[in-house]
């Protein structure tokens, strides 16, 4: 989805994932690869691969037994906070229910964050026994960043332990969440629209001025959903004419500005979990947070400079104009 990953550098464990074939998708035929988006989770351990191998229950009640196991670190007395508590270790299923509450009230908001968790947790819930013993199975191949990936996997894994297979979680959902957002007015999700390749409307126009209000609106969440559009993909788009954009660095700048305005992007945030968890692109560092990771493993000497004025542009009063 928005955040696929795309850095060329970064410690790569791509191949063990390929041999893999992660279970989830093989069952699912999907080939999607997230936000959405580890150098810090939580400590973990793998579970046994007999654990892996235990029959399925049915959903209803696993359902229910994981509710008893699950933390009650957001029980569902609190308020909502509609983005933030996506972060941290949070019981994503309860802020799922939670947020789709509001979505259904007419709260565009919480249906764009509702998509940002169903993208986060679809791997996971497409297959929750084929993903544990695919970790498992990571974990034997023995590979120096192995051990980041299935702690970023776990991290993912305990978050999201709340949806099964019946809940559906992929892309068609996902889309269909964050075309729906957009419609109510939602920019962020608007934006994911056009970096998917299916934006409300197909006009040159109208893609360059939603580019130009997600830089009007300083919104971090639009700025990091926009990112996958302003890359590679827009190189000899004649509506990105004069805008950051249409090269590797213009979409690296788009995500390390969103940090910039105030997405979290540190060590333990959900941008670098789910890079590390869905990408198998890993920091070799327990401590860095995005920027540092881009600037330290994707970017040259030559491109830090271009990359830093880039990103001065993007996050000034009617940047990249």
């Given amino acids: 989805m928005a955040l696929a990953p795309t850095l060329k550098t970064w410690l790569l464990v791509l191949p063990a994932v390929a041999m893999l074939g992660v279970a989830g998708y093989r069952a699912s035929g999907h080939g999607h690869g997230t936000q959405d988006g580890v150098a810090a989770p939580m400590a973990v351990s793998a579970p046994s691969v007999g654990e892996a191998l235990a029959p399925v229950m049915p959903e209803a009640l696993t359902r229910r037994l994981s509710g008893i196991e699950r933390s009650t670190a957001l029980p569902s007395g609190l308020p909502l906070d509609i983005r933030a508590d996506i972060e941290g270790d949070t019981d994503l299923f309860a802020y799922a229910q939670r947020l789709r509450v509001q979505a259904d009230n007419g709260n565009h908001e919480a249906r764009w964050m509702l998509s940002r968790v169903y993208d986060y947790c679809a791997q996971y819930a497409v297959d929750p026994g084929g993903y544990r013993l695919d970790n498992n199975v990571l974990a034997g191949l ?23 297979p019946g809940d559906r979680l992929g892309p068609t959902l996902v889309i269909g969440e964050r075309r729906r957002a957009a419609q109510e007015g939602n920019l962020a ?81 959900v941008l670098v979990n789910s890079y590390c968890a869905n990408g198998g692109i890993c920091s070799q560092s327990g401590t860095q947070d995005f920027r540092d990771f881009v600037y330290d493993a994707a970017v040259s000497r030559q491109g830090a400079g271009k990359m830093k004025e880039w990103i001065k542009r993007l996050i000034g009063t009617g940047a990249g104009r």
């Fill in 189 to 269: 999700a608007e934006a994911s629209l056009l970096a998917e390749g299916e934006p409300l409307h197909e006009s040159e126009q109208y893609r360059r001025d939603l580019v130009q209000r997600v830089q009007d609106s300083r919104d971090p969440e639009a700025y990091m959903a926009l990112a996958p559009a302003m890359g590679m993909r827009a190189a000899g788009d004649k509506a990105m004419t004069g805008l950051i954009a249409g090269e590797q660095l213009s979409e690296l700048a788009w995500r390390v500005a969103a940090c910039e305005l105030g997405l979290p992007c540190g060590a333990d945030s």
């Fill in 142 to 164: 023995g590979l120096s960043a192995a051990p980041a990936m299935v702690q970023a996997r776990e991290r993912v894994a305990q978050r999201c332990g709340g949806f099964v």
